[in-house]
């Protein structure tokens, strides 16, 4: 119910602040004043990373955690912060290519695709779907212009 608010709200044509009513925009700053909007501190995370910042994500990752009574603890909360601050191959670089002598290969690790394989834990895998859908609710278009 609120995801889908939020979204109709996000996709919305006017967003204009009106004093006496409850607009679309009121539902996108009510949002963002959330301290357990999980889509804000990933947003700020990836744009300028500070380590109050790292704390507030963990924070609500651990609380997620609890809440699902997920098993892993914090090595599955490290294991996706990890993955999702920095998902590109450690290999090649985010090329997809790597040069053995004169010739260019496909990268053997992310097979050409640029990014590594999601953690093989099923608790850091549903931490990053989380996230993920966090994201999707938030809005595809401020995503897309942090990237």
């Known amino acids: 119910m609120i995801e889908e608010r939020y979204l109709s709200a996000s996709l919305a044509s006017c967003l204009a602040d009106e004093p006496h009513k409850i607009g679309q925009v009121d539902v996108i700053k009510a949002s963002g004043m959330s301290p357990r909007n999980m889509a804000a501190h990933y947003l700020r995370?990836?744009?300028?990373?500070?380590?109050?910042d790292m704390t507030r994500f963990y924070a609500a990752?651990?609380?997620?955690?609890?809440?699902?009574?997920?098993?892993?603890?914090?090595?599955a909360i490290v294991t996706a912060i990890e993955w999702l601050v920095d998902p590109t191959c450690k290999v090649c670089h985010a090329t997809g290519v790597v040069t053995?002598?004169?010739?260019?290969?496909?990268?053997?690790?992310?097979?050409?695709?640029?990014?590594?394989?999601?953690?093989?834990?099923?608790?850091?895998?549903?931490?990053?779907?989380?996230?993920?859908?966090?994201?999707?609710?938030h809005g595809g278009r401020m995503f897309s212009l942090l990237k």
């Open 45 to 52: 995370l990836i744009s300028k990373p500070t380590k109050e």
């Open 100 to 137: 053995k002598g004169d010739k260019e290969h496909t990268c053997p690790k992310c097979k050409g695709e640029k990014f590594r394989k999601e953690p093989a834990s099923r608790a850091a895998q549903m931490l990053i779907d989380h996230v993920r859908t966090c994201r999707a609710a």
């Open 61 to 75: 990752l651990l609380q997620y955690t609890q809440d699902k009574k997920l098993e892993g603890g914090t090595d």
